[in-house]
């Protein structure tokens, strides 16, 4: 069966720094993944995703991500995080023929001091 | 362009009572989901259905009925609450389309048991 683990749960970083949130999936074929951001009482926002091509993979906000299929990760990088981007990340994965039915990490909190 | 509406947002139940969380999504998405959040886990699949009439159990099903009579509509119903039913209840719709797939979600109802 499918499943994300997302090993940190709670990050802090001050503003200004790079940022990289880990996620590493567990599944027999080439995954759909995805990171999605959900800030305090709000519901979930797609930040990207990866389903085949480029490994490096561009999203919102200045976001990107490396699917690295060797060590099933697809850790999400910011180079320069900015206040606004605390929240909370949580890392997605669907199967081919099922993109819909998304499984998710745990999620990861992040908290970035002035 | 109101993308994915549920209602309420909060809700405080006593133990045994019913209730139904409102979904409705104006994008003319084929396929609906249900999560559950709760602390430490991430979101978990409740239901799902991938068209009006069609629905099916996802990874946390007990406890929750679901119905589909309409494209835009996918309501969740709680027969007869229970604590371990407090959570944060989240509804995503999506167009699956291969690689152009992408989850929207609404901005939650918050469910107390008591």
């Known amino acids: 069966a499918q499943s994300v683990t997302q090993p940190d749960i709670h990050i802090t970083v001050s503003e200004g720094a790079s940022l990289e949130l880990r996620c590493n999936y567990s599944y027999g074929a080439t995954p759909y993944l995805f990171w999605y951001v959900q800030s305090p009482g709000q519901g979930l926002q797609l930040l990207l995703k990866?389903?085949?091509?480029?490994?490096l993979v561009q999203g919102i906000k200045g976001f990107e991500a490396e699917f690295k299929r060797s060590q099933s990760s697809f850790n999400l990088r910011k180079p320069s995080v900015h206040w606004s981007d605390a929240a909370e990340y949580f890392c997605a994965v669907a199967t081919w023929g099922d993109t819909d039915k998304l499984i998710f990490g745990t999620g990861t909190r992040l908290q970035v001091f002035p | 362009n109101a993308g994915v509406t549920q209602t309420p947002k909060f809700q405080v139940l006593k133990t045994g009572q019913s209730m139904t969380l409102q979904c409705a999504q104006d994008m003319n998405h084929e396929y609906m989901s249900w999560y559950r959040q709760d602390p430490g886990m991430g979101l978990r699949l409740i239901h799902y259905?991938?068209?009006?009439?069609?629905?099916d159990q996802g990874e946390v099903p007990n406890g929750y009925n679901v119905s589909r009579s309409t494209t835009e509509d996918f309501p969740l119903r709680l027969l007869s609450a229970a604590p371990s039913q407090t959570s944060v209840y989240f509804c995503?719709?999506?167009?699956?389309?291969?690689?152009?797939?992408?989850?929207?979600f609404g901005q939650g109802t918050r469910l107390t048991v008591v």
């Open positions: 259905s991938v068209g009006a009439g069609i629905t």
């Open positions: 990866y389903f085949s091509g480029d490994t």
């Open positions: 995503a719709s999506s167009y699956s389309k291969g690689s152009s797939t992408e989850a929207f």
